[in-house]
């Protein structure tokens, strides 16, 4: 794999965002989190960035901090738990619990907000004399944290088959599977995300893969789709 290659995406979202995600795809409340679980997935996301080499701000380190130290405390009795300065509460999820559902509210109003920009700017394009298809909503595309789980899935289906194998001195180009990703969306009918890894055999050239789907999203040459929540991602043409 190319060493030296970095992602550097221009829109990241934070480690709230990721932790929101996280509960939304187990639905289940944010009352009702489970810190251990939300935890460990929260480090395997952290994992997945760390070896597709994308930048993290310091931020999402502080909350993986933040989280161990939330998970130490749970495991022990509530008499034995350090206590914490101005708690009002001797369950240690309730301040992150807070944030959670403050930081929601703000989200989900700037989505609002969004979403009547998009539209107003549909209505200025069609006095103009423009199509409506000039400025699409794009709702239904994904962000990073629902690649991320679906390159983990990935990855996952290529380590349980008795196939696979590291080929050492193997190398793939990020420019290589570019090429590829883009002619297999070139008719512009969507392709399966799952499709993309169909003949891959190694763990190395499935996160090369990746980070050309994700170069190629960042360029705006391709979209990322998902119709419903639990649907599979497709892949799209931007001009599609």
Same mark, same amino acid.
């Given at each position: 794999?190319?060493?030296?290659?970095?992602?550097?995406?221009?829109?990241?979202?934070?480690?709230?965002?990721?932790?929101?995600?996280?509960?939304?795809?187990?639905?289940?409340?944010?009352?009702?989190?489970?810190?251990?679980?939300?935890?460990?997935?929260?480090?395997?996301?952290?994992?997945?960035?760390?070896?597709?080499?994308?930048?993290?701000?310091?931020?999402?380190?502080?909350?993986?901090?933040?989280?161990?130290?939330?998970?130490?405390?749970?495991?022990?009795?509530?008499?034995?738990?350090?206590?914490?300065?101005?708690?009002?509460?001797?369950?240690?999820?309730?301040?992150?619990?807070?944030?959670?559902?403050?930081?929601?509210?703000?989200?989900?109003?700037?989505?609002?907000?969004?979403?009547?920009?998009?539209?107003?700017?549909?209505?200025?394009?069609?006095?103009?004399?423009?199509?409506?298809?000039?400025?699409?909503?794009?709702?239904?595309?994904?962000?990073?944290?629902?690649?991320?789980?679906?390159?983990?899935?990935?990855?996952?289906?290529?380590? =349980?088959?008795?196939?696979?194998? +590291?080929? /050492? *001195?193997?190398?793939? #180009?990020?420019? !290589?599977?570019?090429? &590829?990703? $883009?002619?297999?969306?070139?008719?512009? =009918?969507?392709?399966?995300?799952? +499709?993309? /890894? *169909?003949?891959?055999? #190694?763990?190395? !050239?499935?996160?090369? &893969?990746? $980070?050309?789907?994700?170069?190629?999203?960042?360029?705006?040459?391709?979209?990322?789709?998902?119709?419903?929540?639990?649907?599979?991602? !497709?892949?799209?043409?931007?001009?599609?």
């Amino acid at each position: 794999m190319e060493g030296d290659y970095k992602v550097k995406l221009e829109v990241f979202e934070g480690p709230l965002d990721l932790l929101l995600y996280l509960i939304k795809q187990d639905e289940i409340d944010i009352y009702d989190i489970s810190i251990e679980r939300i935890t460990r997935q929260y480090l395997e996301f952290l994992q997945a960035f760390k070896e597709l080499n994308i930048e993290l701000a310091g931020e999402f380190i502080v909350m993986a901090a933040n989280l161990i130290y939330l998970k130490s405390r749970s495991l022990l009795p509530v008499d034995q738990q350090p206590p914490e300065e101005d708690a009002e509460e001797d369950d240690p999820r309730w301040d992150l619990i807070r944030q959670l559902i403050e930081y929601k509210k703000f989200k989900e109003a700037a989505e609002q907000l969004h979403l009547r920009e998009l539209k107003q700017e549909r209505i200025f394009a069609r006095e103009r004399g423009s199509s409506s298809a000039d400025v699409p909503l794009r709702l239904g595309e994904v962000g990073i944290f629902q690649l991320i789980n679906a390159f983990q899935t990935v990855i996952k289906r290529v380590e =349980a088959r008795q196939d696979v194998q +590291e080929i /050492f *001195g193997e190398r793939f #180009s990020v420019s !290589e599977k570019i090429d &590829t990703i $883009l002619k297999r969306v070139a008719d512009d =009918a969507p392709v399966r995300f799952s +499709e993309l /890894f *169909g003949a891959v055999v #190694s763990r190395i !050239e499935v996160a090369v &893969t990746f $980070l050309a789907l994700l170069e190629l999203i960042r360029l705006k040459q391709v979209r990322a789709i998902q119709k419903n929540i639990f649907d599979e991602i !497709e892949i799209a043409s931007a001009a599609a």
